[in-house]
């Protein structure tokens, strides 16, 4: 038998830079591009105070992890759980409508012909005998030698 190699670790992002992975990368970009636009837009102290905001979220969201996973699916997680109901109750009185009486319809059978059923029976145990490999012969009359 041929043994493969299973992937171990395929959770862990490959790294570019050091210790810094590429969307850790990407999200200080982002992060030094709005920090620069800031400089030359607003004065020192604007610029100091949304810096030190920008670095601060660039930086929670690049390296926080809560239970093994990046910041931002626990947050698209925490969104999603504030959205939805927390509390779900059952009122079987809400849904009570007063439907009108289904109309009588009369389902007429198809007649069964002797033949399906005897070519469903003869299938049937057609592939019990290959299921079992031989060892079952059928019952009685219309066996025929496999």
Request: hydrophobic share 45%; net charge neutral; aromatic share 14%.
């Given at each position: 038998?041929?043994?493969?190699?299973?992937?171990?670790?395929?959770?862990?992002?490959?790294?570019?830079?050091?210790?810094?992975?590429?969307?850790?990368?990407?999200?200080?970009?982002?992060?030094?591009?709005?920090?620069?636009?800031?400089?030359?837009?607003?004065?020192?102290?604007?610029?100091?105070?949304?810096?030190?905001?920008?670095?601060?979220?660039?930086?929670?969201?690049?390296?926080?992890?809560?239970?093994?996973?990046?910041?931002?699916?626990?947050?698209?997680?925490?969104?999603?759980?504030?959205?939805?109901?927390?509390?779900?109750?059952?009122?079987?009185?809400?849904?009570?409508?007063?439907?009108?009486?289904?109309?009588?319809?009369?389902?007429?059978?198809a007649p069964v012909k002797e033949k399906e059923?005897?070519?469903?029976?003869?299938?049937a145990d057609l592939a019990l005998v290959v299921?079992?490999?031989?060892?079952?012969?059928?019952?009685?009359?219309?066996?025929?030698?496999?």
């Amino acid at each position: 038998m041929q043994q493969f190699t299973v992937p171990q670790f395929i959770d862990v992002e490959s790294k570019i830079i050091g210790p810094i992975t590429t969307r850790q990368f990407l999200i200080f970009l982002g992060a030094a591009v709005i920090i620069g636009i800031s400089y030359k837009i607003f004065d020192f102290s604007l610029f100091l105070t949304i810096g030190i905001a920008v670095f601060a979220i660039a930086g929670t969201f690049a390296f926080l992890k809560i239970n093994g996973r990046p910041f931002h699916l626990f947050l698209l997680n925490f969104i999603q759980t504030m959205r939805r109901p927390s509390l779900r109750v059952w009122n079987h009185q809400l849904g009570f409508v007063d439907t009108p009486e289904p109309m009588n319809i009369v389902k007429e059978e198809a007649p069964v012909k002797e033949k399906e059923f005897y070519q469903s029976s003869r299938l049937a145990d057609l592939a019990l005998v290959v299921d079992t490999k031989g060892r079952y012969r059928g019952d009685g009359d219309n066996n025929e030698t496999v």
